[in-house]
């Protein structure tokens, strides 16, 4: 029988220990859509009817949005890079997106380096928010995480390593 995926079982984790590969929880945050953004290459021969197109590469992007939390670590990243318009490498850091479904104590992951693109804040009148896109800046790492602190924080292991 076919089960729905709950949107809850991808969840995403914000490097805060490089040295380590420590990743923590992404909390708070109301808005994480992945848009792969295909480049196409399209041609028409002359001797046929159709156009044809080939996908050549993948510009993906996250538009996100949070709710500030005042003692977060990672909202404390977002909101540095944004209200300091942090440039460059400056502002690129690691996530880990986790898949939840992966049965066991042993879950897939991929890992990227995202720049952080600022938009806005503060366009909700209840709490403060924050909103942006991410855009990838490297290819995708597969690899496996474990957490000891019930997924509040975890650890990437490279599937080569």
């Known amino acids: 029988m076919n089960k729905i995926s709950k949107r809850s079982e991808k969840v995403a984790f914000f490097s805060t220990d490089s040295k380590n590969n420590s990743f923590s929880r992404m909390c708070g945050f109301t808005e994480f859509t992945v848009s792969k953004n295909p480049v196409e290459y399209s041609r028409k021969y002359i001797d046929e009817q159709t156009e044809r197109s080939d996908v050549v590469a993948y510009a993906p992007s996250i538009s996100y949005s949070f709710d500030k939390f005042s003692d977060d670590l990672v909202h404390k990243e977002f909101i540095n890079i944004s209200d300091n318009e942090i440039v ?16 066991g104590d042993i879950k897939n992951a991929i890992c990227r380096k995202w720049t952080i693109i600022p938009d806005s804040e503060g366009k909700d009148s209840n709490t403060y928010t924050y909103s942006g896109t991410l855009k990838a800046n490297g ?10 602190d019930n997924w509040q924080t975890c650890t990437f292991l490279e599937n080569d390593e």
């Open 88 to 103: 460059g490498s400056d502002a690129t850091r690691d996530i880990v997106i986790v898949d939840f479904s992966t049965d």
């Open 139 to 148: 290819e995708i790492i597969s690899g496996t995480v474990v957490s000891s």
